[in-house]
């Protein structure tokens, strides 16, 4: 698996902080989060994960470890699997494990959301090709009947036919059970020699038993209960079938138990009972529709921050294939829009170079163009209290504007640009009504009331209080502010570009130089908090009161060294002054061991100021000014 280095040394920082790869059992990730189960959540510190620059949120929701990241989840992931040596075996672990359980509710939910994550970029990207089509057609581009259309509707169709083959695969898993001998139970399900059953006259038995063959395609409940069950079966399996035997024996009695009883007993009962939930959810929008998308609207939002938006996932799956759509989603697409619309006020109220626009604005086009929100919610909608009421005022206006308009989403998509341009949902006038609706309403009440002056810290630069940190001063032309960084060593200034490693001298990492030390001994090249410390303690990061993040990293590769000739003064989130001993290192060892000392001094987030003006010396010395940051 390859791995950006940039990610590595934030990957080992957050397996520490959840306990080490030990503590880890299992991990997946959403469009945005990272979802460990660990085995002792109590040796996590959650503190310590918040406090991390690049993380947005942390919360344990559904019995999961959850890390809000954003749209570099991908990333964290590969270089957390990689670092961690997590397998598959990790999922078949899961079953042995001690794991502090919590509630019902949560393991319900657990099992819910570890079933569909997996599957939801594939849900989605198919439901794309499905609205695609739908738009082609009716442009009259495509005919239904031409066999273009059928080799791209097979595309779009699969993995909603073949729903339960997936959904026996990722539930297997979550449960500690064989997860292909779970997809191959969904499978039996829609085998040919079992489906030519379905409307067949006259009695149609098992072994005596009358049973009614029903078409299982695209369901999801009576898998569910199906893996249930059968997760318990391989358990009892396996503790009275010698181990030897095992390996054939186990799978041959679940197939011979599991697709007999599925197709009797538990696929009925779950018919019935996702009928049953679905035709609740409608009874309630037909009992009352603008109260019943008012309070969905209001709601969603919290849902999707506790993770529990996953338990409408099989409603709304359950509902697209039983009406051919779903007004669920159909409410909840507003949630997305007032988030939007949130993240839009907020960027327009805070100040060029602001906290506020750092966040908001990247969260802006993610939600946009991608449908992803959490970023919003979490970077932007729950630090601050009265966002918290706009959300719900917004989304739940909004939803009932849909709800009244009995606006329902047609295939399986992300709200985004591209399912509102592909025309998903229906009617597409009231849709377009009540997302307008949420969206201008999250902007106007974040603007105009949702920005407490408590929180104007984070809007208006110029607000903030004035503490001047050593070595700031004004320029005299104009009213920029300039902001010395110090040389943290003693030694030869090398450019950044001329660094024999191209992931600093390409400056993916951020501006500045490198020294070539001359003595063992860091410093603080500012006044700041020390808000990165990483484990092997060859580099640390210190933030400033003005949001400057300085980097120094000792050495190239250095990582590698495991912390071995490294000495740490600091902690995590210590005040530091400049000039104040951070790290002492053994160079001569460094040097043995075949790294080079080369160590870069970096403004990691030097694309939010205006410039970097680098001192021309050759040669720097231990509390000289090295390079200013133009504010």
């Known amino acids: 698996m390859g791995v950006n280095v940039k990610y590595t040394e934030e990957a080992k920082q957050i397996i520490a902080y959840v306990g080490g790869k030990q503590n880890i059992i299992n991990l997946v990730h959403c469009a945005t989060r990272l979802r460990f189960e660990l085995k002792d959540k109590s040796r996590s510190n959650k503190e310590a994960l918040k406090k991390m620059p690049y993380v947005l949120q942390v919360m344990v929701s559904g019995g999961q470890l959850q890390v809000v990241i954003g749209s570099a989840v991908q990333d964290y992931y590969n270089a957390i699997v990689e670092l961690a040596g997590i397998t598959g075996k990790n999922n078949e672990d899961t079953a042995n494990a001690k794991i502090k359980k919590g509630n019902f509710a949560d393991q319900i939910m657990k099992v819910i959301s570890g079933a569909f994550s997996p ?3 594939l849900l989605a990207g198919a439901g794309m090709i499905k609205a ?8 009259h581009i495509l005919d239904g009947a031409d066999s273009t259309y059928a080799i791209l509707s097979a595309a779009g169709n699969a993995v909603f036919y073949f729903l339960p083959i997936f959904l026996g695969i990722t539930l297997a898993k979550q449960l500690g059970a064989n997860a292909y001998v779970g997809g191959a139970i969904g499978a039996a399900l829609l085998e040919p020699n079992f489906t030519a059953l379905i409307g067949t006259e006259g009695t149609t038995d098992f072994l005596g038993i009358r049973i009614t063959p029903t078409d299982y395609a695209s369901t999801v409940f009576p898998i569910f209960v199906s893996m249930i069950v059968y997760s318990l079966l391989e358990k009892a399996l396996k503790k009275i079938i010698k181990q030897e035997l095992q390996l054939f024996l186990v799978p041959m009695f679940s197939l011979m138990i599991m697709v007999p009883f599925s197709v009797i007993v538990f696929g009925p009962f779950g018919n019935v009972l996702g009928n049953g939930v679905s035709d609740v959810v409608m009874w309630l929008f037909n009992f009352n529709k603008t109260v019943a998308g008012f309070i969905l609207g209001a709601t969603y939002p919290f849902l999707t921050i506790l ?3 996953w338990g409408f996932t099989p409603i709304t799956l359950q509902n697209l294939t039983e009406f051919g759509g779903d007004i669920i989603e159909g409410v909840a697409v507003c949630a997305v829009y007032a988030e939007i619309g949130i993240a839009i006020g907020a960027y327009l109220k805070g100040k060029k170079h602001s906290r506020i626009r750092r966040i908001a604005g990247p969260s802006i086009l993610t939600g946009i163009f991608a449908g992803v929100t959490e970023p919003i919610l979490y970077g932007v909608i729950m630090n601050y209290k009265r966002l918290m009421a706009v959300i719900a005022i917004s989304s739940g206006i909004g939803g009932a504007v849909n ?10 998509v992300f709200h985004n640009i591209f399912s509102l341009a592909m025309r998903t949902y229906s009617p597409y006038s009231g849709f377009l009504f009540g997302i307008s609706t949420a969206l201008i309403l999250g902007v106007l009440l974040t603007y105009f009331w949702g920005i407490s002056p408590d929180d104007r810290k984070d809007f208006d630069v110029e607000g903030k209080e004035e503490k001047e940190p050593a070595g700031t001063i004004t320029a005299d032309a104009g009213q920029d502010k300039l902001l010395d960084i110090l040389a ?6 090398i450019l950044l570009q001329d660094v024999e490693d191209e992931v600093f001298s390409s400056g993916v990492t951020g501006k500045g130089i490198a020294i070539n030390p001359d003595n063992d001994e860091v410093i603080a090249p ?4 020390v808000t990165a410390l990483f484990s092997s303690r060859h580099a640390i990061g210190i933030t400033t009161e003005e949001g400057v993040e300085i980097l120094i990293h000792i050495g190239l590769n250095t990582v590698m060294l495991h912390g071995e000739g490294f000495e740490i003064f600091v902690k995590q989130g210590d005040k530091v002054k400049a000039g104040q001993k951070l790290i002492h290192f053994d160079r001569e060892k460094i040097r043995k061991m075949g790294y080079s000392l080369v160590s870069p001094v970096l403004v990691s987030n030097a694309d939010e100021f205006k410039d970097i003006i680098i001192n021309e010396k050759k040669l720097v010395t231990r509390g000289e000014m090295a390079y200013q940051v133009m504010i």
């Open 526 to 529: 500012c006044d700041g908090t």
């Open 119 to 121: 599957l939801i970029p």
């Open 403 to 412: 709800g009244t308009l009995h606006v329902t989403c047609d295939a399986y």
């Open 132 to 139: 695609l089509l739908t738009v082609l057609t009716e442009a």
């Open 307 to 309: 993770g529990l938006h």
């Open 488 to 493: 943290p060593l003693d030694g030869k200034v």
